[in-house]
């Protein structure tokens, strides 16, 4: 409990520079285009929400710290336009009917949920047809001699940082979660430390049951 209060605590100054440098730059990027019906899955304190465009008609913030949910209440709170909610909620079991919503974005987010793939599986199951995961998150090194190092580091840096993994290979769990690559890009997250400067970062999307899904290839 007390790292969870000391985390959310000091996550914005944390981040502050790798915000100044890159981050916010992708946020905008990322949601700044995006309409109608919006489900951001472990907001945090609320970094991508000022980036969100008034074409997003209804955005629903789940934070399931209570600690970092304080914050971006008190973010949204300071909002005016839009129609946003924050709920506690879980990304393994997001409480939303089937086909709710037409975009779930995800930041930062995959590398420490408890089951990548059941979370892969409620988003694909919250996305309407045609519905797309935008997102960007750290993952496992292509270099071997980085990559051996995340290993060795990673059960200590999970319980330091919130569950946070160094070696997930998040956009393969996006394809075999049934999701169809649109846009793919690998990028370096400055000035972030070696063990989690490489990021995956896109688009993909939910197509419907019946149709067939044709090979495609990544863009780098």
């Not at 209440?73 to 909002?79: C, F, L, N, S």
């Amino acid at each position: 409990m007390i790292r969870a209060w000391i985390r959310a605590h000091f996550y914005d100054r944390a981040m502050r520079t790798a915000e100044d440098r890159c981050l916010a730059g992708w946020r905008r990027e990322l949601v700044g285009d995006l309409s109608g019906h919006v489900l951001e899955i472990g907001s945090g304190t609320g970094l991508n929400l000022s980036h969100y465009p008034s074409t997003v008609t209804r955005l629903v913030l789940s934070e399931p710290d209570p600690f970092m949910r304080r914050q971006l209440e008190t973010k949204v709170a300071d909002r005016a336009g839009n129609s946003v909610q924050v709920v506690d909620c879980v990304a393994e079991k997001l409480e939303f009917p089937d086909a709710s919503f037409d975009t779930v974005v995800s930041t930062l987010v995959l590398c420490s949920v408890r089951d990548p793939q059941q979370v892969l599986a409620e988003i694909r199951r919250v996305l309407r047809p045609g519905g797309v995961l935008a997102y960007f998150e750290h993952v496992a090194a292509d270099n071997p001699s980085t990559l051996r190092w995340q290993q060795l580091v990673e059960p200590a840096w999970k319980f330091l940082a919130g569950n946070c993994h160094l070696t997930r290979h998040t956009h393969e769990s996006i394809q075999a979660a049934g999701l169809d690559p649109v846009r793919t890009e690998h990028v370096a997250m400055i000035p972030a430390p070696q063990l989690v400067r490489r990021v995956v970062k896109g688009l993909a999307r939910r197509v419907p049951e019946d149709a067939g899904r044709a090979p495609r290839r990544a863009g780098f």
